[in-house]
């Protein structure tokens, strides 16, 4: 196994799991079809399409992590590997959750399963950056500054997400609002790919 296929295994699922979030939508079906009961079955939807856009976006964060804790990556191990496969599985599970998060979005069970699957991925990124950073993967005196700056931001969102899953509990707009500043954070004032 080398870095390579590790990481153009990971770009599939990642690409699958973002595009199998449309699959939330349906097309409304109308008793009698008029353009007004459209519209407004169209605009109905748009819980469903703030939990896509918010998960779509969050799926191509992880990209980006992934991508640059692999980046300077030689040696891979049979840790890795496993912490890279169920790190998968939490994106694979996107999908789902983003379904019951649009249908239910002001339940406190839709934000908690949303808030745990996102917190799951979080803890997985953060003990397999560390674990790059521990093991030598990197091959050299002192890994790259691109991976300890994916360690420090890994680690800042899994802070985010323990207080979003909190609010989860309480008030489950509150979680997603958090989790809609994180991602509009660190998707517009991030540069960690500018030196992948």
């Not at 939330?24 to 519209?39: E, I, S, T, Y």
């Not at 899953?165 to 309480?170: D, G, P, R, T």
């Not at 958090?178 to 991030?190: A, G, H, P, Q």
Request: proline content about 5%; overall charge neutral.
């Amino acid at each position: 196994m080398t870095p390579t296929r590790l990481e153009q295994f990971a770009d599939g699922i990642f690409a699958i799991s973002a595009t199998l979030l449309v699959l939330n939508f349906a097309v409304p079906l109308l008793g009698d079809a008029n353009n007004g009961a459209l519209v407004h079955a169209l605009i109905a939807q748009w819980p469903r399409l703030l939990a896509f856009l918010l998960s779509f976006f969050i799926i191509v964060n992880y990209w980006r992590l992934h991508s640059a804790m692999l980046h300077d990556v030689r040696v891979l191990d049979h840790t890795t590997i496993m912490l890279n496969t169920a790190f998968l599985v939490v994106a694979a599970f996107i999908p789902y959750a983003t379904n019951v998060a649009g249908t239910y979005p002001t339940l406190p069970a839709a934000a908690v399963l949303y808030s745990i699957v996102l917190l799951i991925g979080a803890l997985l990124g953060f003990f397999m950056s560390r674990h790059l950073l521990e093991s030598g993967a990197y091959q050299a005196d002192a890994p790259p500054e691109q991976a300890r700056a994916t360690y420090r931001r890994i680690r800042f969102s899994l802070y985010i997400r323990i207080v979003g899953l909190i609010f989860a509990f309480f008030l489950p707009i509150v979680s997603y609002v958090i989790y809609w500043v994180m991602i509009i954070y660190f998707l517009t004032f991030s540069t960690i790919d500018s030196t992948a």
